[in-house]
């Protein structure tokens, strides 16, 4: 059985880790990396990096490959990859799992402010702060270059591409961020407000703890939807009884 993970996340490298340990004899797992990160931990198995073509690609890829199963766990906001998987895996007749990890859910003393997109982020902005520490990576920082009268600082695991905010510091980092850590950072660079994609999870979790005790208002950018139709788990564990549920079909005869 021939597992393709779409992968680059912590939850893809961990569904890797999983299915190694699980030693299934004649089982076989290709991870894809985008290769948008410069120096990425690489998960166990082999691992392929850079497109497929698109949707039609990735479906002759399937096919070339003999691959039985997809696990799209790529990062919550890779829309355009998600989309294609769900059509390459229509094409290909392959089956299709997306593993997610849950998104953030404001709590009591949170000041959130929901935006559909980085756009509608940077409209909020004025309103709300003068210093942005700006969390949403290293792409899409275009829509916020046009506003000349804040200051961000923006951390990102590589350096972000142009156009940047005019007033800008880059600080390059790699989560998980611990709260204290989160706390003095707000602290050192007299921050006022907090832009972040919903992308759930643990690792970065802090500064929203960090954000709610200095009373920040908080700018969410919602994540894009999982397509439709398509079977969502909230964990690798999920995703690797999943596999297991799929290997096992395979050798039931007239099994789907």
């Known amino acids: 059985m021939h597992v393709l993970i779409l992968g680059g996340t912590t939850e893809a490298r961990r569904l890797a880790e999983?299915?190694?340990?699980?030693?299934?004899p004649g089982l076989s797992v290709t991870n894809s990396l985008a290769g948008r990160v410069t120096a990425p931990r690489l998960p166990p198995g082999e691992v392929r990096v850079g497109g497929f073509g698109g949707a039609d690609g990735l479906a002759a890829w399937l096919g070339e490959h003999e691959v039985d199963a997809i696990v799209d766990a790529t990062h919550p906001f890779a829309g355009t990859m998600s989309a294609h998987a769900a059509k390459a895996s229509a094409v290909?007749?392959?089956p299709l799992l997306a593993l997610r990890r849950p998104g953030w859910t404001p709590v009591a003393g949170d000041l959130w402010h929901e935006a559909g997109s980085l756009a509608e982020a940077a409209e909020l902005l004025p309103s709300l702060g003068r210093r942005v520490f700006l969390t949403t990576g290293r792409l899409g920082l275009a829509a916020f270059a046009a506003l000349d009268d804040l200051w961000?600082?923006?951390?990102?695991?590589?350096?972000?591409?142009?156009?940047?905010p005019s007033r800008t510091e880059v600080l390059l980092d790699r989560g998980p961020f611990t709260l204290d850590g989160e706390r003095e950072l707000l602290r050192r660079h007299r921050i006022d407000v907090v832009v972040t994609k919903d992308s759930g999870g643990v690792a970065t979790a802090p500064k929203l703890t960090a954000a709610r005790e200095a009373r920040l208002p908080v700018v969410v950018v919602r994540r894009p939807p999982v397509p439709a139709g398509v079977r969502v788990v909230p964990g690798p564990e999920q995703a690797r009884d999943w596999v297991r549920e799929a290997g096992e079909r395979r050798t039931v005869p007239g099994a789907d």
Not at 18 to 23: E, M, P, V, Y
């Open 152 to 164: 961000f600082l923006v951390r990102s695991v590589d350096a972000p591409e142009a156009p940047v």
């Open 92 to 94: 290909a007749g392959v």
């Open 18 to 24: 999983l299915l190694a340990a699980d030693a299934v």
